[in-house]
């Protein structure tokens, strides 16, 4: 089993910056991508950003030049900084990976979730 820890979910005023982190842990083999999504009460999940192991990267348009996702290999971990945030950014925020554990099976794993609150 793969497990997904997040931390870093706060309340924060607009303007203001978060750091998120996510580190794999478990029966990981190699993995393959990481992400971060998010949701709003009363939306579908959403992709904000996410990183692939050669180091490419890709992100939502609503966050484009505010948020940076990066990744530590040596660590299985996966950052999102946040800065300029807005009320709209306020959601939770879910980690996804994409994984090939012990027993070389490959699959997507989620974490369980961490609340980003802009507000003043």
């Known amino acids: 089993q793969v497990q997904l820890v997040e931390s870093g979910g706060d309340l924060v005023q607009p303007g203001g910056s978060l750091r998120l982190s996510c580190a794999a842990s478990g029966s990981v083999f190699s993995i393959h991508a990481m992400g971060w999504y998010r949701q709003a009460p009363g939306t579908q999940r959403e992709l904000v950003a996410a990183?692939?192991?050669?180091?490419?990267?890709n992100y939502a348009d609503s966050v484009k030049g505010r948020f940076t996702i990066s990744r530590d290999n040596a660590k299985n971990t996966v950052y999102l900084q946040m800065n300029t945030l807005k009320p709209e950014d306020t959601a939770v925020y879910y980690c996804?990976?994409?994984?090939?554990?012990?027993?070389?099976?490959?699959?997507?794993?989620w974490g369980q979730g961490t609340q980003v609150t802009v507000s003043s």
């Open positions: 990183i692939i192991s050669g180091g490419s990267t």
């Open positions: 996804n990976a994409d994984v090939t554990t012990s027993m070389r099976r490959r699959r997507q794993y």
